[in-house]
């Protein structure tokens, strides 16, 4: 069965730095693409970066570029999402997700897999 199991996030003032981390199955860590999406009050979810196995990157969401920093760690089976210097506008849950692609994170229909989401919420 596969599992994503999501853990971090919380309340941090703007300016402030946050860590979320996702562990996955060891079955699907190993050959998937992981990443992140998150959705702000109101809004619709929206990608924010993809690392594939070879760990090549992408990140959807201008906003995050210079700021954000996605990471996969082999060894524990883990992808994190460093986020600096955290805006308001920042706020949501994020979701981490997994697929054989990061294509699939500008699609409709998205990743295969899926977390439960962590709430992220920056105070100003």
């Known amino acids: 069965q596969v599992q994503l199991t999501q853990s971090g996030g919380g309340l941090v003032q703007a300016g402030g730095s946050l860590r979320i981390s996702c562990a996955a199955s060891e079955t699907i860590f190993n050959i998937n693409a992981m990443g992140w999406f998150r959705q702000a009050p109101g809004k619709e979810r929206e990608p924010v970066s993809c690392?594939?196995?070879?760990?090549?990157?992408?990140y959807y969401t201008d906003s995050v570029k210079g700021r954000f920093t996605i990471s996969r760690d082999s060894a524990k089976n883990t992808v994190y999402l460093q986020m600096n210097n955290l805006k308001p506008d920042d706020t949501g849950v994020y979701y981490c997700?997994?697929?054989?692609?990061?294509?699939?994170?500008?699609?409709?229909?998205?990743?295969?897999?899926w977390g439960q989401g962590t709430q992220v919420t920056v105070s100003s």
């Open positions: 690392i594939t196995d070879t760990h090549e990157i992408t």
């Open positions: 997700a997994s697929d054989p692609s990061c294509a699939n994170w500008g699609t409709q229909l998205g990743p295969d897999y």
